[in-house]
């Protein structure tokens, strides 16, 4: 990092290069490859469940187990705000949250064939522990820096998510193309192994944020039982308020759409191209790879789009882009052609959400910035629910994930009709 940034800057950025690897690993590339090539298998598996039993493929297991961890961060993060407005605790609560997301990450070492439940389960766990330590790590921006520096550090921050979360995956790739170059022996040790190398990267990482970044120790006389009841009395004020603004509330439900499918994609991709093309694990992540390089300056250049043409009219190229890309995978049947389709995903994937943010800052009411920001993040949070639960229903009730990923389309054109609604007010 160039000269100029604090120690306290560089230790709080760090944690972004640290924990992405639990999404670039994990979440997106190597477990959805394992899990249904090896722990679930090819054909039907059944789970037993509380009151009832769920028979269903691989595909559509994993798009229920995350829809699942999305519905439980969004419910959970009033309270991981309102643990965050606590003050003096913030840290605390980064490091209880990232212990989780960690532990999760190294239990994923044991997964293995037949091991459905257990493994679906532990990637919800670390789905929480990620979701909750961002949280508190976003919050203790304001301690880093000042209002002057935020947008250069927090996009600095961003970054190295980017950077940390691909350099792992290489790593990781090349450990599952070329065991015997680390000593590996053939079979799913490699794999394995990059799941204790995640909560190895995460953990000593996240190091410096602790010993570095300070943090302002506020006193309150309202308990966290009464922050969490202030949180949700928060929540249902500020969708009022939302709803007379009416630009404002169009293009939530608009963002909430469209975003529903950029992150069913996110989640779904490796999935579906291991079932519906059978593709090595090698190309599964390299490809993913790709996306995770070219994301980063796509994002810059898709920002010099918006500030050309308009953030709203930026937008619904990228929806348009979008509902190519999903219309691509569904006829798409080779090797090559999966390639081409994560880095046209590279290429809109954080340029469509970072307009998104900058979007919504100019419709809102400035004087109440915060707390409509409030309410986007946990919308934001809302929209990877829906998504995946479509695929996985699609998927069961039709036995084909083709015609689950061809459904997304819905997402983005209905968000894309709602957003032709928005009265665009950056000039006005």
């Given amino acids: 990092m ?24 994990v979440v997106a590339a190597v477990l959805p490859v394992f899990f249904a090539g090896v722990v679930a298998g090819s054909g039907s598996v059944t789970i037993n469940l ?26 959970g993060a009033p309270v991981f705000g309102a643990a965050a407005d606590a003050g003096g605790r913030r840290k605390q609560f980064l490091g209880a949250m990232t212990a989780v997301g960690v532990l999760a990450s190294a239990l994923l070492f044991f997964s293995g064939p037949g091991l459905v439940k257990f493994t679906l389960a532990v990637v919800v766990m670390g789905q929480i522990g990620f ?32 950077l940390g979360g691909g350099l792992l995956l290489a790593l990781n790739l090349l450990m599952i193309k070329k065991p015997g170059f680390f000593g590996i022996p053939e079979g799913t ?18 190091i410096p944020l602790f010993r570095k970044v300070p943090e302002n120790r506020i006193s309150s006389n309202v308990s966290f039982p009464g922050l969490v009841r ?6 249902g ?32 991709a490796t999935v579906f191209g291991k079932a519906e093309l059978g593709l090595e694990s090698s190309h599964l992540i ?43 995978a569904w006829k798409m049947t080779e090797t090559w052609q999966f390639w081409i389709l994560a880095g046209a995903v590279g290429l809109l994937q954080g340029g469509i959400q970072a307009i998104s943010r900058s ?53 983005f054109v209905a968000g894309g009709i709602l957003l032709l609604t928005v009265k665009d007010q950056e000039h006005a």
């Avoid at 509380?50 to 419910?75: C, D, H, I, R």
């Avoid at 490809?287 to 937008?315: N, R, V, W």
């Avoid at 809102?364 to 993040?377: K, R, T, V």
Wanted: hydrophobic share 50%; net charge positive.
């Fill in 131 to 162: 979701a909750g330590a961002n949280v508190f790590y976003n919050s203790l921006l304001t301690n880093v820096t000042p209002p002057s520096r935020r947008n250069i550090v927090s996009s600095r921050g961003f970054a190295m998510g980017y």
């Fill in 237 to 268: 004020s500020t969708f009022k308020h939302i709803k007379q603004h009416r630009q404002v509330f169009r293009f939530l439900l608009s963002f909430l759409l469209y975003n529903d499918g950029i992150q069913t994609i996110i989640i779904m």
């Fill in 189 to 206: 040790l490699a794999v394995r192994l990059s799941f204790l190398t995640v909560a190895v990267w995460w953990s000593v990482f996240s």
């Fill in 50 to 75: 509380p009151g009832f039993e769920l028979t269903s493929n691989s595909q559509s297991l994993w798009g229920y187990a995350m829809s699942f961890a999305a519905f439980l961060v969004a419910l």
């Fill in 359 to 411: 979007y919504y800052s100019v419709l809102i009411p400035q004087e109440n910035a915060s707390e409509y920001f409030g309410f986007f993040s946990i919308s934001s949070r809302f929209a990877s629910i829906l998504g995946p639960l479509v695929f996985a229903v699609i998927g069961d009730l039709t036995g084909s994930t083709r015609n689950s990923i061809l459904s997304i389309s819905v997402f």
């Fill in 286 to 328: 390299g490809a993913l790879l790709l996306t995770q390089f070219i994301g980063f300056p796509a994002a810059i250049l898709y920002g010099k789009l918006a500030a050309k043409i308009g953030s709203k009219k930026s937008l619904l190229v990228g929806i348009a882009g979008y509902i190519a890309i999903v219309l691509y």
């Fill in 2 to 25: 160039k000269a100029g940034y604090t120690q306290a800057e560089k230790a709080w950025c760090l944690y972004d290069w640290a924990n992405s690897s639990f999404v670039t690993t």
């Fill in 230 to 235: 202030n949180a949700f009395k928060t929540l």
